[in-house]
């Protein structure tokens, strides 16, 4: 019953901002683990961005100051502010979670605990 969706991708020039966005479905009474990880052609997927149950959150160095991680009221959304685009941030960008039903402390960004991911959404930032 898990389903997560993004959405926002698309083309920007270098310099410019986007936002993207995790529609969750089946996480009702939950507080998982959530965040965004990117993949580049040739190159393995990375942790850009995340949260647990606490409220700890963790950047990849590489988008600290410049991206931002979020959900809303509901907290049936994770929203990431992407500001500053460089052409390295270029790549599918895929939302993930934790499993439902219980806690989950957040410890890195290895996509190890995040069993239930989304389509992705592309980036593409040009110079």
């Known amino acids: 019953q898990v389903q997560l969706v993004e959405s926002g991708g698309g083309s920007v020039q270098a310099g410019g901002s986007l936002r993207l966005s995790c529609a969750a479905r089946?996480?009702?009474?939950?507080?998982?683990?959530m965040g965004w990880f990117r993949q580049a052609p040739g190159k393995e997927r990375e942790g850009v961005a995340a949260?647990?149950?606490?409220?700890?959150?963790i950047y990849a160095d590489s988008v600290k100051g410049r991206f931002t991680i979020s959900q809303d009221n509901a907290k049936n959304t994770l929203h990431l502010e992407m500001r500053s685009l460089k052409p390295e941030d270029t790549g599918m960008y895929y939302c993930?979670?934790?499993?439902?039903?219980?806690?989950?402390?957040?410890?890195?960004?290895?996509?190890?605990?995040?069993?239930?991911w989304g389509q992705g959404t592309q980036v593409t930032v040009s110079d």
């Open positions: 089946g996480y009702t009474n939950s507080r998982p683990c």
């Open positions: 993930a979670a934790s499993s439902p039903g219980g806690r989950c402390y957040l410890h890195s960004l290895s996509p190890a605990g995040f069993p239930y």
């Open positions: 949260f647990d149950s606490t409220g700890n959150t």
